[in-house]
């Protein structure tokens, strides 16, 4: 199975972009799905995460203007992200966790978001 993410681009501040995670095939139980950013010369950063039973966090910088969701039977993730900020500039990867199931962790490739004017 394999993830692949959507949805980047460049966009102005306070705009917004939907990022997409679509798995190639099925995936019988998480613990939890993830999106990640990882800015220039910076460590990836968890930015929101769905966690298994329906429990959602976010990054506190993200709080308010981002959205994580997903349907299963789409085998689809998204992030909804507004009012975008420069600072929210990175690669974003999604990621789901399976190693309680079958020991995998899958992560897609990434899509580069820009925020600029």
């Known amino acids: 199975v394999q993830l692949q993410a959507s949805g980047g681009g460049l966009v102005q501040p306070g705009g917004s972009l939907r990022l997409s995670c679509v798995a190639s095939g099925s995936i019988f139980g998480f613990s939890r799905m993830a999106w990640y950013r990882q800015a220039p010369g910076k460590q990836r950063e968890l930015v929101a995460e769905?966690?298994?039973?329906?429990?959602?966090n976010y990054a506190d910088s993200v709080k308010g203007r981002f959205t994580i969701s997903e349907d299963n039977a789409k085998r689809t993730m998204w992030l909804q992200m507004n009012s975008l900020k420069p600072e929210d500039t990175a690669v974003y990867y999604c990621n789901v966790d399976s190693r309680n199931f079958n020991g995998m962790d899958y992560w897609g490739k990434g899509t580069q978001v820009t925020v600029s004017s």
């Open positions: 769905l966690i298994s039973g329906g429990m959602i």
